[in-house]
């Protein structure tokens, strides 16, 4: 009889040193084939990579402080200043290892067709020869976890499971707090049958033997060679974007790179909003946003912050849940001013990743707004030379622990969404915000988002790139297949979302910032929710519906004069090469681009030319 507690690890070979999950007096689970398969599959992954012991996590608050201690002990984790940071630890990344590795990440489908332009493909059996060769031995001396999650909330039925096994605590420690992890999620996959299978080492951080693979059709990732967030927390981008994407269009749901944000008025209803920015470009702000001053009686809650999976309710309504349960932010620039709610739910259990010190052992990073560094984040003497926390450094930390936590995070139906908001990082042209006039219309909108490049991910920063949906990293599958499951949504609904495009980092000629960005931003969130509620009028123009200038509420605000008239300005030259540009990048995944998508753009590149 197969079962998952200590009896059953102990008939693992003998020549492990077997290390039991905690509970050794957990009650035996009963006997179950769906366990049998994770068990089998455990198995072969030890036969493979040869580890010292086997450790099944539970989840349990007294395994994570158990796995922190021994990180402390060994020097993965440093412990911050306990009396003014309790409960925070940091860790530093190999200074190799510091962002997501995008040419390095492949889709491993049948058909090199299945994955196109828009990711790396490899033939699966080539792709798991070549992975496998690296896994071979990579575990000894190590322990490897085992550690089932549940993405979403545990009763929900959108939730999706997954099992990562990984030699590595720190990343144990991570899913812990960024996913339900441990025997609540075990439960649901014996209940479900199935699950993604993850298999993660950090290897030997060669970053020439580093690959991120995923095998959409059989529910695997493959990881090695990176202990960084989105390479390694396999729950977060490779599960719940890229794999859950292909399960999504299968199904007839969407897995999305959005925030999801319930806006309250001061009259008290409250309208959720999905929003879609490439990395590092403050979807966690915005999730978290504190209403300025000069907007009393309105107020905002978090139900998450960077991925949304999107149903259609019996009604027709889309809805939301957030399948993770905690954060992985940004930490450079958060303070009092630009996000008091990070801010302030970073002051305890929380892990640091790649921040610099102070002489009193607190973490520090650039635009803090408080003391000095003493140490940068590679542990060096900080010389005054360049950041002192490196750019993409970031918060471990749970979702509760946040001021505007919404408790309907764990709603298993998720929140109904009023608006779907695209955006991206945009110096010129993007008006600071428009809407799409109809769905369709909106899906082209967002196959032509754009943005320059973040520290998020290795290479060049501030180059402008096409990323539709913000999902050019993380779509599990073919662009052109991908829009066209968008598109779909039109013929199952009457009642879906409007869709509305938003530009917080337009720049005048100097480089100055036109828009104050933040708390501000409510602002501009509640003229989308004006047109949700049918309250307001807009500008019919040939790239969508723009404002009034008078709708904007712009009192208080320190603005240059003009900035809002730019703003809100189309420059139709500027949209008729754009909309010229992404008729091209269209061109570029052939034949499989719906032609409702094209027809779609050439409707907007005729009326941009009737008015220019
Ligand atoms: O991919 S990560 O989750 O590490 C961060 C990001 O790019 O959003
Ligand atoms: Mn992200």
Known sequence: ?????????????????????????????????????LNSWVDAVAARTQPDRIVWCDGSDAEYHRLVAQMTDDGTLLPLNQDRYPGCYLH?????????????????????????????????????????????????????????????????????????????PYVVVNMKLMTR????????????????????????????????????????????????????LLGKKCHALRIASWQARKEGW???????????????????????????????????????????????????????????????????INPEAGYFGVVPGTNEKTNKNAFDTIRSDTIFTNVALTEDNCPWWEDKGEGTPATDWRGNPYSGDGPAAHPNARFTVRATANPVYSELAEAPDGVP?????????????????????????????????????????????????RDPMAMKPFCGYNFADYWAHWLSFAERSDTLPRVFHVNWFRQDSD?????????ENLRVLRWIIGRCDGQLEARDTAIGHLPHEADIDAHDLDMAPGALETLLDVDMAGWDAEIAAVGEYLDAFGARVPDRLRETQLKVRDALKAVS
């Open 1 to 37: 009889m197969r079962t998952i507690d200590s009896a059953d690890i102990t008939t693992a070979p003998k020549r492990w040193s077997i290390i039991a999950a905690p509970s050794n007096d957990r009650e035996t689970m009963p006997q179950h084939s769906r366990l049998q398969d």
């Open 92 to 168: 530093r990344s190999d200074p190799d290892d510091v962002a997501r590795v995008e040419h390095l990440t492949f889709v491993c489908t049948s058909d090199e067709e299945d994955a196109g332009p828009n990711n790396n493909w490899m033939a699966p059996d080539a792709a798991h020869a070549k992975i496998d060769a690296l896994f071979n031995g990579a575990m000894r001396g190590r322990t490897m976890y085992v550690v089932p999650y549940c993405m979403g909330p545990i009763d929900s039925p959108y939730a999706r499971c997954g099992v990562e096994i990984t030699d590595s």
């Open 181 to 232: 992890m441990g025997d609540a999620a075990l439960a649901r996959i014996e209940r479900d049958g199935d699950y993604v299978k993850g298999l993660h080492s950090t290897g030997t951080l060669d970053p020439d033997q580093r690959f991120i693979m995923h095998f959409p059709e059989s529910l695997e990732i493959k990881s090695y060679g990176s202990g960084y967030g989105g390479n390694a």
């Open 254 to 320: 969407l897995a999305e790179h959005m925030l999801i944000v319930g806006v309250q008025s001061p009259a008290g209803d409250t309208h959720y909003l999905a929003c879609a920015f490439p990395s590092a470009c403050g979807k966690t702000n915005l999730a978290m946003l504190i209403p300025p001053a000069s907007q009393p009686g309105w107020k905002i809650w978090t139900l998450g912050d960077d991925i949304a999976w999107l149903h259609l309710d019996d009604a027709g309504q889309l809805r939301a």
């Open 417 to 465: 969404i009023s608006a779907i908001v695209f955006g991206g990082r945009r110096k010129q042209l993007a008006p600071l915000v428009f809407e799409a006039k109809d769905w369709h219309h909106g899906v082209m909108v967002a196959a032509g988002v754009a943005s320059e490049t973040t520290a998020a991910a290795t290479g060049a920063v501030g180059v402008v790139r």
């Open 511 to 519: 480089g100055r910032f036109l828009w104050p960005g933040f708390g």
